[in-house]
């Protein structure tokens, strides 16, 4: 995986950005959200999760797996989406690298019947949690917004990976932020602080992941682009913050609303508002596309092209 940092010890309260996230709602999921222009004001009533909540369903609703299928989620987080897939009757495997992480999924989600396991994604072993991972053994498998954090050769591995684990006519469903053309990311983070909160070291070209799915094996479905209700409206959503949180009465006014925002100090604020802007600014640079790639029930390796004229979605 990549390592901008230490990946194990990330998503906690080192960084003063997850500390101003958890005050403001950011518990289970820690995925971006699916905002809707009319429901856009309702963030101030009802903080993050119901979107982050949409963001996961709409994720999950791609995989179609039904009940009795085995299901790999990978990089899972706290778990919540593994959770998810063992209420709807799936046999569901959340891995994720970071123990933390894993600690919380098995508190909050381990009579649910999903199972957890400390394992990294790019180079899974041979079992996890009592359940073997072997060739064609998967009906499905689900990655939202983790990829990001493997690195070029690791999304590469994670990819073929995939292929190996999923049964044939199985399908992956991953959700990354994508970046609009092959650039240097530190063209579009210049002082690391994206990537140093974020703990990754590249994001992937929209365009290269269809390539890459297909070396390994996989036909792309689909290709939906969900940058406008996630990165665009979160863009706006930062905007908003970080104008009223440079002001004396603005910090007041967030502070109302969300008491835990007390425990900022001014360098806090300062700090926070930077690394917002610097988000905003990575944003202009990015996409954020869910690719759904299945593996041919047939024998043999498709080709994995898309038919002729625009991708659909």
């Not at 897939?85 to 495997?93: I, N, P, Q, S, T």
């Amino acid at each position: 995986m990549g390592d901008s940092g230490d990946l194990t010890s990330a998503y906690n309260d080192d960084s003063v950005l997850f500390r101003v996230l958890r005050h403001l709602g950011w518990d289970s999921l820690v995925d971006i959200g699916y905002f809707t222009l009319p429901t856009l004001p309702l963030v101030v009533l009802t903080g993050p999760v119901p979107f982050q909540r949409r963001l996961a369903r709409r994720s999950l609703a791609l995989l179609e797996a039904r009940p009795g299928h085995l299901v790999l989620d990978a990089g899972c987080g706290r778990g919540d989406t593994t959770a998810r897939l063992g209420a709807a009757g799936c046999r569901a495997l959340g891995v994720d690298i970071q123990p933390a992480q894993i600690d919380q999924a098995r508190r909050r989600y381990g009579c649910s019947g999903a199972h957890f396991a400390v394992a990294d994604a790019t180079a899974l072993p041979q079992r996890a949690a009592e359940i073997p991972l072997t060739e064609g053994s998967f009906d499905r498998v689900h990655c939202l917004e983790a990829a990001f954090h493997f690195g070029h050769e690791g999304r590469r591995s994670f990819l073929s990976g995939s292929f190996r684990l999923l049964r044939p006519g199985g399908r992956l469903v991953l959700v990354d932020v994508t970046s609009r053309k092959d650039q240097p990311i530190g063209s579009l983070d210049p002082n690391g602080l994206v990537r140093g909160t974020w703990r990754f070291d590249d994001i992937e070209p929209y365009g290269r992941y269809p390539l890459m799915a297909s070396a390994a094996g996989f036909t792309t479905r689909r290709i939906l682009d969900w940058t406008t209700p996630v990165l665009h409206r979160a863009a706006q959503l930062c905007a908003l913050f970080a104008a009223a949180a440079s002001t004396r009465a603005g910090r007041q006014a967030l502070c109302v609303r969300w008491p835990g925002l007390r425990t900022l100090d001014a360098q806090d604020w300062d700090e926070v508002i930077t690394v917002v802007r610097a988000h905003r600014a990575i944003g202009r640079g990015t996409r954020y596309t869910a690719y759904v790639l299945d593996k041919p029930a047939s024998r043999g390796r498709a080709m994995g092209r898309l038919p002729a004229g625009r991708p659909p979605v």
